[in-house]
């Protein structure tokens, strides 16, 4: 059964930085549409990005982070991530990447929430100051 982990959650200041890691142990990885998603507490779970693992089909970003995220994958350790960049207190939230094997690269995209059948445990991340 396929496996997701994030790492890298954490706290930090507002304006600050984090990289968010997601590691999956098999096949929900490659030839897949991948997005991170957030819920922040009595908020239902948005989508915030996605991209195909293939390479080719669009990358996504919800307008709230659109600028400041960046999503991106290594292949070869199956592994997604997304960079976080000047963090306001509103991204406090736990967050959670997902896997979609059935939407096309070309279709890829977070809206499509009940595509993505995996999904990790999540990490938290609180933004303060």
């Known amino acids: 059964q396929g496996r997701l982990e994030e790492s890298g959650g954490g706290s930090v200041q507002p304006g600050g930085s984090l990289r968010l890691s997601c590691k999956s142990s098999?096949?929900?990885?490659?030839?897949?549409?991948m997005g991170w998603f957030r819920q922040a507490p009595g908020k239902e779970r948005e989508g915030i990005a996605s991209m195909s693992t293939t390479g080719r089909g669009p990358i996504s970003y919800s307008d709230s982070v659109k600028g400041r995220f960046t999503i991106s994958g290594d292949n070869a350790k199956n592994t997604l991530y997304l960079q976080m960049n000047n963090l306001k207190i509103e991204d406090t939230a736990m967050y959670y990447c997902a896997s979609n094997m059935r939407t096309p690269a070309s279709d890829c995209s977070f809206v499509d929430q009940e595509e993505f059948r995996w999904w990790g445990q999540g990490t938290q991340v609180t933004v303060s100051s």
């Open positions: 098999d096949y929900t990885y490659q030839y897949a549409c």
